[in-house]
């Protein structure tokens, strides 16, 4: 049983071209991210919702937007890729969101994302 | 700016011995420190989690520590062995409440 799962692990594709990446969690969290993982290895963190709401919106293009139909579900969209876009991107939950909470995050596997 | 650094370069050591793996910060003082173990081609998996009033916690072979004077935590596996070869992320929860990964530290347990 798949945790934290996304799809699909590999995405290679055009620049210009739109793209989303789906992530489910079965765990039963509240809060679930997306982070980037660039080719130097750091994982930055993009985005946070906590049951559907928006609640960390971090410095990332516009052509980036998540969705969350349900606690359960984050799916990132990227318009208009571009070669910098290239990266490994994480999909994670947790039970309970910042503030004095110190949940750890459970990771899903990661989508390999190569703009050409 | 509120950093956290681990040491960029692999450590490499031989199976058996102690692999002492150091995440330092700066500019603020976390409440707690976790620590996360990521494989090639896979997530960060979650180990362990220490809080600024613990000097020291222990889950089987791992030990993390907590130095809140020298603004350091030290990671040690004791008896390591070739399946720790592994990449080992400390993270922080910053004042924005976001949780924020050094860079990690590869390691590589020669047998």
């Known amino acids: 049983d798949t945790a934290v799962s996304q799809t699909p692990k590999y995405l290679v594709t055009q620049m210009g071209n739109d793209k989303s990446i789906k992530c489910e969690q079965n765990?039963?969290?509240?809060?679930m991210y997306w982070y980037k993982q660039d080719s130097k290895k750091f994982l930055k963190i993009m985005f946070s919702?906590?049951?559907?709401?928006?609640?960390i919106n971090e410095t990332v293009p516009n052509r980036f937007s998540p969705k969350s139909p349900d606690k359960a579900h984050l799916n990132l969209h990227i318009n208009s890729l571009e070669l910098g876009d290239s990266a490994v991107y994480f999909c994670?939950?947790?039970?309970?969101?910042?503030?004095?909470?110190?949940?750890?995050?459970?990771f899903g596997n990661g989508t390999r994302l190569t703009v050409t | 700016s509120q950093k956290i650094e681990q040491n960029s370069e692999a450590l490499n050591i031989q199976e058996g011995k102690t692999a002492t793996l150091t995440c330092n910060y700066t500019?603020?003082?976390?409440?707690?420190l976790q620590w996360y173990r990521q494989d090639p081609g896979r997530g960060p998996v979650f180990l362990l989690l220490?809080?600024?009033?613990?000097k020291e916690k222990r889950k089987e072979r791992l030990k993390v520590t907590f130095d809140t004077t020298l603004k350091q935590s030290l990671f040690h596996i004791t008896a390591s062995q070739p399946a720790d070869s592994a990449t080992y992320l400390c993270?922080?929860?910053?004042?924005?409440?976001?949780?924020?990964f050094g860079s990690g530290t590869r390691l590589l347990v020669r047998p």
């Open positions: 993270a922080w929860m910053d004042s924005s409440y976001k949780l924020i």
């Open positions: 919702y906590n049951n559907k709401e928006l609640i």
């Open positions: 994670a939950s947790s039970q309970d969101k910042g503030s004095s909470y110190n949940s750890p995050l459970h």
């Open positions: 500019n603020y003082s976390p409440a707690y």
């Open positions: 220490i809080r600024e009033n613990e």
């Open positions: 765990l039963g969290h509240d809060t």
